[in-house]
Structure formats: structure tokens, C-alpha cells
């Protein structure tokens, strides 16, 4: 029944962002529409009580933050064109990439530990599971959804 339910969930949240509003507000609306169904799938995937969802939600967007942040650190040094770049250059490129996923290695598990304090090691084992799981479903709905201009 809950599966039902989040997928009512995620199915008018997909439906609210196709209100005609300006771009950057679209986009914002469609990212919390997105962040809410990711949250529902969740919380049904990882089987959360009411009480564990309350202290476990702000710890997880907390995490998110922190992996935005990196990531974002770290944006513009590799969108140049590898072709036109010197062997060092593509060297400390590579270097870097290692370092960035180390520090979302360390950031995991950092946080894998904080959220073991509230939820057990299988929910924590079903958020990996339900994570993925959701970027799948999204990356097929944007499959099939109709391109426009």
C-alpha cells in the first residue's frame, strides 16, 4: 500500500511541474518536487518510523549539502577539452578526480555513521539501494518524456 502511495506521490509531483511559471521558478519548483518524491520513495524504501524519519531527514539533506558543496568545488576543472591539454595538466586533472572522490568517500562515512545512531545497518544498506533505485526511475521517466524546444 505505501509503495502505491509513493508513487501517487511522485506522480503529482511530476504533474505540479508543468505549471506555466518563469524558468528559474519552474526549475526550482522542479527540484523540490523531485527532493519531495525522493524523500517519500525513501522513506518507504528504508521502511522509516515517524520517529526516525523526524531525526534522520535533516541529517541526510545536511550530507547532501556538504556533497553539493564539494562537488561544486571542484566544477569548472573538468569541463576543458582533454585534447587540449599537456600530459601534467591531464595528470593533475586525474589527481584530482581521485581527491574529489575520496572526499565523498570520507563524507559517506562519515555520515554513514551518524545515521546509524538513528536507523539500522539494512535501512542504511536500503537508502544505498533506494538511492539508486530513484535516479533509475527518474533518468527512465526523462527518457520517455516528450522533448520540447
Not at 568545488?73 to 574529489?100: Q, T, W
Request: charged residues 30%; contains cysteine; hydrophobic residues 35%.
Amino acid at each position: 500500500m505505501r509503495h502505491y502511495i509513493t508513487l501517487l506521490l511522485l506522480f503529482i509531483c511530476c504533474l505540479a511541474t508543468g505549471t506555466a511559471m518563469a524558468q528559474t521558478d519552474k526549475e526550482k519548483s522542479r527540484r523540490e518536487n523531485v527532493e519531495s518524491a525522493k524523500v517519500a520513495f525513501l522513506t518507504d524504501k528504508m521502511a522509516l518510523t515517524p520517529d526516525q524519519a523526524q531525526k534522520f531527514w535533516p541529517i541526510y539533506h545536511e550530507f547532501e549539502t556538504k556533497r553539493r558543496e564539494i562537488y561544486a568545488a571542484h566544477k569548472g576543472s573538468y569541463r576543458k577539452k582533454i585534447d587540449e591539454l599537456s600530459d601534467p595538466e591531464v595528470k593533475a586533472m586525474l589527481d584530482g578526480i581521485f581527491v574529489l572522490k575520496q572526499k565523498e568517500l570520507n563524507l559517506e562515512q562519515e555520515y554513514a555513521a551518524k545515521y546509524q545512531r538513528i536507523i539500522s545497518p539494512r535501512q542504511l544498506a536500503q537508502l544505498y539501494r533506494g538511492e539508486r533505485e530513484f535516479t533509475k526511475m527518474l533518468l527512465r521517466k526523462l527518457d520517455h518524456k516528450p522533448h520540447n524546444p
